[in-house]
């Protein structure tokens, strides 16, 4: 099972809140081949980016053209984690190396 999160427009509320926190280019870190960029949430809540940091599925993140990969306990925790609140790491994928990942985490779990 995974999840795939669609952002909306960058004119909605979250959509707001998620392009003001996107920063790719100050804490990047390689894990197997995949950067993977931790940055901080930059919205009033924090509780939306704690959700999906800790859901027990893999969640992705559409937004626009774009597909993240959000690094969940495990992940984090190879990335010199846990993450602190309100902190999360994504990681850019084309649409092939999500289309891999989906059918992966599909026959993964037949």
Not at 83 to 100: H, V, Y
């Amino acid at each position: 099972m995974f999840w795939l999160v669609h952002i909306h427009s960058e004119s909605s509320f979250l959509g707001t809140y998620f392009s003001m926190s996107l920063d790719f280019g100050s804490r990047v870190v390689n894990l197997d081949g995949k950067d993977f960029a931790i940055m901080c949430w930059m919205g009033p809540n924090k509780q939306f980016i704690e959700k999906w940091k800790r859901a027990a599925a893999h969640v992705f993140f559409n937004a626009g053209p774009y597909i993240f990969y959000l690094a969940g306990p495990a992940v984090a925790s190879r990335l010199g984690g846990p993450l602190k609140r309100g902190e999360f790491a994504l990681c850019a994928l084309t649409r092939d190396e999500f289309l891999r990942a989906v059918r992966w985490e599909d026959s993964a779990s037949s």
